[in-house]
C-alpha cells in the first residue's frame, strides 16, 4: 500500500536502487510480523516509513557510508510538449538538482524527501523522524536553503 512512496525514500537515502528495494522489502516483512499496528492509516502510513527509514539507516552504518554518493540512478523522462532544446535543458536542470541534494547531509535528504516529495506533513514527519512539528519546520528550511544553495553553487538557475 505503501511500497512506492517508501522505495522513493529509501532511494534518496541509499542511493542504490536495487538496495533500496531489498530495504522496502524487508520493511514489508518486518511490518507484516509487528504484533501492534497502528489503527488509521495516516499513523501506519508514518509508522511503516519510520521502519523503512530506521532500516536505511541501519544499512548506511554497517557500511560505514554516512556520505551520500554522487551517483544517483535516475530514470529520467522527455518532456512530452517539449522541443528538443528545452527537453535538454529540463534535464540538464534535474540532474544540477539531483547533484545539490547529493551535497546535502542524510538529516537534510530525508526531511526534504519526505516533505517535497512524499507529501508528508509536519505532524507526520515528526511522527517519522522523532521531532516536534516546530523542529521539523525548522530543519526543512534549513534543508531547502541548504539545498537552494548547493544547487546555485554547481550551476542552476532559479
Request: glycine share 6%.
Amino acid at each position: 500500500m505503501f511500497r512506492a512512496g517508501a522505495l522513493i525514500l529509501a532511494e534518496k537515502l541509499i542511493a542504490d536502487k536495487s538496495e533500496a528495494q531489498d530495504i522496502v522489502q524487508e520493511a514489508l516483512v518486518k511490518a507484516g510480523k509487528a504484533r501492534k499496528i497502528p489503527g488509521c492509516e495516516e499513523s501506519s502510513r508514518a509508522w511503516f516509513f519510520t521502519i523503512v527509514r530506521n532500516l536505511c539507516i541501519d544499512t548506511l552504518r554497517v557500511r560505514h557510508r554516512l556520505q551520500y554518493d554522487s551517483a544517483i540512478s535516475m530514470d529520467w523522462e522527455a518532456c512530452q510538449s517539449c522541443g528538443p532544446q528545452e527537453s535538454l535543458e529540463k534535464r540538464q536542470q534535474a540532474e544540477q538538482l539531483h547533484r545539490a541534494i547529493a551535497l546535502l547531509s542524510l538529516e537534510h535528504r530525508e526531511i526534504i524527501a519526505l516533505k517535497d516529495m512524499l507529501d508528508f506533513n509536519y505532524s507526520q514527519i515528526g511522527q517519522i523522524l522523532g521531532l516536534t512539528p516546530g523542529t521539523v519546520m525548522s530543519r526543512l528550511h534549513r534543508a531547502r536553503t541548504q539545498l537552494r544553495e548547493h544547487f546555485l553553487t554547481i550551476g542552476g538557475r532559479l
